[in-house]
């Protein structure tokens, strides 16, 4: 799959768009984060190696605007970070 991500975005509730400057990505793989992280070089981005990770992440950084996650992460997987965020 391939995305294009801008910094602005459109927000129904205000009149001015809202910008996305703060990513974090989340994957097993190095080799992914940096890729990734180098096409966009134009954000702040975070990264994580697992679901424990980038709770700890968005703890930490409450103004983070996209999490991207990978599926199948060591740890905790999509599924129960997801899940995690609405019973802590």
Known sequence: MWYNISK???NNSAKEPSMITKILLVDV???DLLI???MLSDFTVFTSR???EALKAIEEN???DL???DLN???MDVTIVDTSSYTS
Do not use: C, Q, R, W
Request: hydrophobic letters at 40%; zero cysteines; proline letters at 10%.
């Open 36 to 38: 990734i992280k180098n």
């Open 73 to 75: 992460m060591p740890v």
């Open 67 to 69: 999490v991207v996650l």
């Open 29 to 31: 793989s190095s080799t």
């Open 62 to 64: 409450p103004d983070i």
């Open 8 to 10: 602005e975005t459109s």
């Open 50 to 52: 697992n679901g424990v």
